[in-house]
């Protein structure tokens, strides 16, 4: 097997397999239609749904208790090829990682109304400093000057503890309140992460996006695991 990454470090090449890159696009035409694209999902949230006669319709979670923003895009699951990128991503600070995750995501990436602001979920100072890498900043910032959609930066209030191992309301429980934008913002806008797992975090930064005057609100994440 190809060592992961000498296959990120070939520009030109696909990112997956080496084979020659379709179009100047990091992926291979074989690659790109059997990565884990995250269909059927609940519109809302972007939970992974089973084929069905409901699939592609709002989940039960969603029905019951809508979040904070109104629709995800979230393109590809966490799982497989897909979530070994992501860790080379967020926990070795890989710029081609990166790269490729962005490609992926514009190019499933349709937009009617565009947003008129991004926001990414903002890391604590304290937090960034100590990682070294912000890992959703990066993405919302080349996303912006892809698109042309001005970049809004939100803050935390506090130094939450990790989301990792929390349960669904575990997570709310710890974000609640945890966000705030000093400007008023535009009526649209989009909320952007690396992963998406229950929401939680988005959730929250979309309750202090709607305080701020925003009335239409995406999340937008890379990937989405079960929540």
């Known amino acids: 097997m190809v060592d992961h990454a000498l296959r990120l470090a070939l520009p030109g090449r696909c990112a997956f397999c080496l084979a020659p890159g379709v179009a100047g696009q990091p992926w291979c ?20 749904q089973p084929p069905g006669a409901l699939a592609g319709r709002r989940c039960g979670r969603c029905l019951v208790e809508p979040p ?12 497989g090829e897909v979530a070994a990128l992501m860790r080379r991503f967020k926990f070795h600070a890989s710029p081609r990682a990166g790269s490729v995750l962005l490609a992926l995501f514009t190019a499933r990436l ?30 919302a910032c080349r996303l912006a000057r ?3 959609i001005v970049l809004i930066r939100a803050r935390r209030r506090r ?4 989301q990792r191992g929390l349960d669904r309301r575990e997570r709310s429980r710890n974000l609640r ?18 992963v998406m797992t229950t929401g939680a975090t988005l959730n929250a930064l979309a309750v202090a996006c709607r305080r701020a005057g925003a009335q239409d609100i995406e999340a937008w994440a890379m990937a989405r695991t079960p929540g």
């Open 159 to 162: 130094d939450t503890r990790s």
């Open 177 to 194: 309140d945890g966000f705030v934008v000093d400007r008023p913002l535009p009526l649209r806008v989009a909320l952007v992460d690396d």
């Open 29 to 48: 035409s074989a690659c790109f239609e059997t990565l884990p694209w995250n269909l059927p999902a609940c519109p809302c949230c972007a939970e992974p």
């Open 68 to 79: 904070g923003f109104d629709r995800t895009r979230a393109p590809l699951r966490y799982q």
């Open 110 to 139: 349709t937009l009617e109304a565009p947003p008129q602001a991004l926001l990414a979920v903002p890391l604590h100072p304290r937090r960034a400093r100590a990682r070294g890498f912000d890992q959703a900043d990066w993405l």
């Open 146 to 148: 892809r698109l042309g």
